[in-house]
């Protein structure tokens, strides 16, 4: 039950017997002062267990994190391609417990102790293993970026938590820099087209772009929204890649992949009426907020369909780089994928 509904039936039940009493009834104030928190597990250490935790249960953190805190947190054995050093987990798990949130040995404890699971684990492969038992058990999820290592399984994890009817976000920081929302919220019909950029950093055992590129991603359909029809990549000598997305309406967007030189996270948008910056990285708050407001509303910011593009994008443009820069349908892509996981 939304917490929404569930506040009108307690007050709907303490109306009653308030006027059976011939009292005054309390104000919605007094029970909104007086409601539990949401308590949340994370699944991984890594640099967003640390900052997420500190963020959430900061004593002082503000009233749009009302609602949330983080519980407890379960660090299942990462893989050693990927896993980071010694002294760095040591360092997020002083973070972690510095900010009050318990360690734990297995994933039932973690589970029978929550109410909401962040995966945070840095990498993608295991996430499907990791929300099984979530979705299983009811509990709405938040995963990381990259949701899963290829499109096949972050389309199997979406599907997943379709079927077992549970809340499932997705989102990197970069969504929620102020002028990307400005847009987001109030102009994006505006738009004629943007270009934004972002490091992108390989991991072989992943899809290009998820790995790190889908900030600069995520970036551009927070301000194109959905509707890429097809994708075309260019890169020289593994230094860049630059990747033309063409929307419908005939509207462009392009994303530059940095793996050399000078690297930042940025954009610009293309209006009606104006060319504006996009902004750089703001930090992780604004990322939290919204997280919570997931899961305060099991609505996800974020609609599945979106996210789903988001990848397809990314598969389209590794694609397309290992065709010499063909251009690849988005829907061709998701049939494919589609066609194969079903044999």
């Known amino acids: 039950m939304k917490r929404r509904s569930f506040v009108s039936k307690l007050l709907v039940g303490v109306s009653t017997t308030y006027i059976g009493l011939d009292k005054t009834l309390p ?19 890594s640099p967003h267990s640390a900052a997420f935790s500190t963020i959430l249960n900061d004593k002082n953190k503000g009233s749009d994190l009302n609602g949330c805190r983080i519980k407890v947190l379960y660090h299942p054995k990462g893989n050693p391609d990927v896993e980071f050093t010694n002294e760095q987990l040591e360092s997020y798990k002083s ?95 505006k ?19 998820f790995w790190y590129g889908i900030h600069g991603v995520e970036m551009l359909y927070s301000v194109m929204g959905t509707g890429c029809q097809w994708v075309q990549q260019l890169n020289e000598d593994e230094g860049e890649d630059v990747v033309v997305g063409y929307w419908n ?7 530059r992949g940095i793996r050399s030189g000078k690297r930042g996270y940025g954009g610009r948008v293309f209006a009606v009426d104006s060319i504006e910056a996009l902004g750089t990285f703001e930090g992780y708050r604004p990322l939290v907020v919204s997280i919570v407001d997931f899961f305060n509303t099991n609505t996800a910011p974020v609609a599945k369909e979106e996210t789903l593009e988001i990848y397809a994008f990314m598969e389209a443009a590794h694609r397309s780089k290992r065709l010499n820069g063909e251009r690849v349908s988005l829907s061709l892509v998701m049939k494919d994928i589609r066609e194969n996981t079903s044999k």
């Open 191 to 209: 738009v004629l087209g943007a270009s934004t950029f972002s490091p992108a950093p390989l991991e072989p055992s992943h899809t290009d772009l």
């Open 95 to 189: 973070d972690v417990l510095s900010a009050g949130v318990e360690i734990v040995n297995d994933m039932d404890t973690l589970l029978s102790r929550v109410d909401g699971v962040l995966i945070e684990t840095n990498d993608g492969r295991p996430h499907m293993e990791q929300v099984m038992p979530v979705l299983e058990a009811g509990k709405p999820v938040f995963v990381d970026k990259p949701v899963a290592e290829n499109l096949a399984s972050v389309i199997e994890i979406y599907e997943t938590a379709e079927k077992y009817g549970v809340p499932i976000f997705s989102s990197s920081s970069l969504r929620y820099g102020s002028k990307v929302q400005i847009i987001n919220q109030n102009e994006k019909e």
């Open 27 to 45: 104000s919605l104030g007094t029970y909104c002062s007086i409601q539990k928190e949401l308590e949340l597990g994370i699944i991984g250490l």
């Open 249 to 255: 309406g005939g509207r462009i967007g392009t994303f």
